[in-house]
């Protein structure tokens, strides 16, 4: 099983996160930050991994650091539970549209992390999440799990639309992406032999 947990605790935040990647979407997840618990719900849900995600932050200050938190738990507990990443699928790239929104995600499980984000909002807030924080979870996410990850908001003229297609897009990239491909089941995806940077 493609199971693991993660503990992470600093003078900022206490998260403990489980995921399982062979999972069927369920979904428990508190950070104090509505619209996050609500786009992580997203994640697990349309990418069929079980993530359970708990996190306790210093949200009197502001939301930065459990944001960020999150995102570097999240990666860590899926690098942990992909190990050596045999039979992955590897690659993936979504069109996801929400409404009037459409986004593109495309990633590579590369081990080598990397972040490109077109995604113009047009309003400071989204729920009472602060809206340049998008990018920092998506940052922390993509440097902790190892992925170089692309991210493109289309268009759109509803933020809450297209950042929740952006969620949404990771997530059915990533269910593609760490699915096991049975013709390669014993096999790194590269021709390297290894996919750790």
């Given at each position: 099983?493609?199971?693991?947990?993660?503990?992470?605790?600093?003078?900022?935040?206490?998260?403990k996160v489980?995921?399982?990647?062979?999972?069927?979407?369920?979904?428990?997840?508190?950070?104090?930050?509505?619209?996050?618990?609500?786009?992580?719900?997203?994640?697990?849900?349309?990418?069929?991994?079980?993530?359970?995600?708990?996190?306790?932050?210093?949200?009197?200050?502001?939301?930065?650091?459990?944001?960020?938190?999150?995102?570097?738990?999240?990666?860590?507990?899926?690098?942990?539970?992909?190990?050596?990443?045999?039979?992955?699928?590897?690659?993936?790239?979504?069109?996801?549209?929400?409404?009037?929104?459409?986004?593109?995600?495309?990633?590579?499980?590369?081990?080598?992390?990397?972040?490109?984000?077109?995604?113009?909002?047009?309003?400071?807030?989204?729920?009472e999440m602060?809206?340049?924080?998008?990018?920092?979870?998506?940052?922390?996410?993509?440097?902790?799990?190892?992925?170089?990850?692309?991210?493109?908001?289309?268009?759109?003229?509803?933020?809450?639309?297209?950042?929740?297609?952006?969620?949404?897009?990771?997530?059915?990239?990533l269910g593609?992406?760490?699915?096991?491909?049975?013709?390669?089941?014993?096999?790194?995806?590269?021709?390297?032999?290894?996919?750790?940077?």
């Amino acid at each position: 099983m493609r199971e693991a947990s993660i503990e992470r605790n600093t003078k900022e935040t206490q998260i403990k996160v489980t995921v399982n990647i062979d999972g069927t979407g369920k979904a428990d997840i508190s950070t104090g930050i509505g619209f996050l618990d609500h786009m992580l719900e997203q994640v697990a849900r349309h990418s069929l991994i079980d993530i359970s995600l708990k996190a306790k932050g210093d949200l009197h200050v502001d939301q930065h650091h459990t944001v960020e938190d999150s995102g570097i738990a999240l990666g860590q507990a899926l690098t942990k539970a992909l190990g050596d990443k045999k039979g992955i699928t590897r690659f993936a790239s979504v069109l996801l549209p929400m409404d009037e929104a459409l986004t593109r995600v495309a990633l590579d499980v590369s081990g080598r992390p990397s972040l490109v984000w077109n995604v113009a909002l047009t309003r400071t807030k989204i729920g009472e999440m602060d809206a340049e924080l998008f990018r920092e979870w998506f940052g922390a996410l993509a440097q902790h799990a190892g992925l170089t990850l692309h991210v493109e908001s289309l268009y759109g003229d509803n933020n809450h639309h297209m950042i929740e297609s952006c969620f949404k897009g990771l997530a059915r990239a990533l269910g593609q992406a760490l699915a096991i491909d049975p013709r390669q089941r014993d096999m790194v995806p590269s021709t390297k032999g290894t996919l750790s940077g």
